[in-house]
């Protein structure tokens, strides 16, 4: 196959409110190109605000999530280059990873095969993830005499835990979709012919929810990770009443609905938007 087109390195559609973004280097297991990177950070941001997407799905075409970084060209034509050029591409890659991390949108990873080293950065920078239960994650730097950077040591320390975290990176051996479902590497793991449809259940959950409300929230929960009780306290009333600016009404109609109406209880589901 001839190069494929920088454009062509990330592909999307928008369904139902549902932005399905694909890593989309299935030749190259979907690793991580500065072409694709800086696709990838145009895609999210010309998605970041746009009206008719309520949540955002990143997955892969073909048999990968992403076989993690480009040891070509992201790797070694770079640091053919010097530092300059390797920092510039590493400031790319983990750029996006961040915008993601941060995105004012629910976003779900699809994680529908191989998935390796770099890829747990953008896994992390999900929300929610979904494996199929065949797809298969590993820290692979150290079989090829590297460390896990790019965020990869925190993300897998983070997630799983110390004891699971230190043989994951130091065996380099892969974990199936189960296992890492097991380890929280991803929420759940389904047979993958289900991926898809668990992955639209979820979605179609959340965009029946308030859009101002799970911004909040999904930044909370990235937020207090690091901080002390009382900093959370802190920061929880100032997000929730900054919040109310936005979306002073959401919260009433919800309160007229369950106490004037009885239309819906908080604790079964979400009021009507
Ligand atoms: N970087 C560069 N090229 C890659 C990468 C990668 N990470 N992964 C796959 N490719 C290329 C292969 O070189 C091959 O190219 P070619 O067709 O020009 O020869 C093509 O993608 C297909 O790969 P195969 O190895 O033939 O595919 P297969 O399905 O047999 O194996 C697997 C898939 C297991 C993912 C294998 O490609 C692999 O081990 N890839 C590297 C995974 C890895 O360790 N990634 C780096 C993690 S560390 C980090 O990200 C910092």
């Known amino acids: 196959m001839s190069e494929r087109a920088p454009e062509d390195t990330v592909s999307y ?9 694909s890593f989309n280097r299935p030749e190259k297991r979907n690793c991580m190109s500065p072409n694709l990177n800086r696709r990838m950070t145009e895609i999210l941001n010309e998605l970041e605000f746009r009206e008719d997407v309520g949540v955002l799905v990143l997955t892969g075409e073909g048999t990968a999530f992403s076989a993690g970084m480009d040891l070509k060209e992201y790797f070694r034509e770079n640091e053919e280059k010097g530092i300059g050029a390797t920092r510039h591409a590493q400031r790319e890659a983990y750029g996006w990873w961040e915008r993601l991390r941060w995105y004012e949108k629910p976003t779900i990873a699809m994680v529908n095969g191989w998935c390796f080293g770099g890829a747990y950065g953008p896994l992390f920078s999900c929300d929610l993830a ?10 692979s730097e150290i079989n090829w005499g590297i460390l ?44 993958g012919d289900k991926l898809k449809a668990r992955v639209e259940e979820i979605a ?10 799970l911004r909040a929230t999904k930044w909370a929960i990235r937020r ?50």
């Not at 979904?130 to 820290?139: I, K, P, R, S, Y």
């Not at 320390?157 to 065996?171: D, I, P, Q, S, W």
């Not at 919040?243 to 589901?269: C, H, M, S, V, Y």
């Open 13 to 21: 559609t928008v369904e139902n409110r549902i932005a399905w973004v």
């Open 130 to 139: 979904v494996a199929a239960e065949d797809a298969q994650f590993g820290l």
């Open 148 to 191: 896990p950077g790019g965020g990869a040591s925190k993300v897998i320390v983070e997630l799983t835990g110390f004891r699971n975290a230190m043989y994951h990176a130091m065996m380099g051996e892969n974990v199936d979709g189960k296992k890492a479902a097991e380890w929280g590497l991803v929420n759940e793991a389904v047979p």
């Open 204 to 213: 179609g959950v959340l965009l029946g929810k308030n859009p101002t409300a």
């Open 224 to 273: 207090v990770g690091e901080m002390t009780f009382d900093n959370s306290m802190d920061y929880l009333v100032r997000t929730q009443e900054a919040a109310n600016f936005f979306d002073g009404e959401g919260r009433k109609e919800a309160t007229r609905q369950f106490i004037d109406e009885k239309t819906f209880k908080p604790g079964l589901g979400a009021y009507d938007l």
